[in-house]
């Protein structure tokens, strides 16, 4: 799922009424898993669901990274950690963000918080929720 021509062709059921439209939300790194509006990441697996009319999908992938406690430091796929400084990069679409964090990171604060790795509450983010801990389970 690395280049977008791969990722656009995953859209070809997506709702054309859906925002924001397929080509957006591909170039920002999702392909469409078929359900709903459902999109994955194909660098750092962020999952997210229910898109609205006003939102970008970059945007949207940005603050769903800074909810795993990363921030984007406009470089590659290079996330850095608020809490330890600890920097992630190189990206695997298998990789997950929590899990990466935890184990490259034993001694950061905000992993010792959330008890370890919290990679238990890793599913489809609803990017709505404004909540500290935004991840929400599918049915």
Known sequence: MEYYENRLRTFDTYPP?????????????FYYTGLS??????????????????????????KCLAKAEFFYTNVGDKVTCFSCGKTLFQWKSSDN?????SKHSKDCEYIKMVGGDPSHHIAFTN?????????????
Request: include cysteine.
């Open 17 to 29: 009424q859906m925002v924001p439209d397929k080509y957006e939300v591909a170039k920002a790194g």
């Open 37 to 62: 509006d459902r999109v994955i990441c194909f660098r750092c697996d962020i999952k997210l669901k229910d898109w609205e009319k006003y939102d970008n999908a970059m945007n949207e992938h940005d």
């Open 97 to 101: 963000p929590w899990a990466e964090h």
């Open 127 to 139: 990017h709505k929720n404004t909540s500290s801990n935004s991840f929400s389970l599918w049915s």
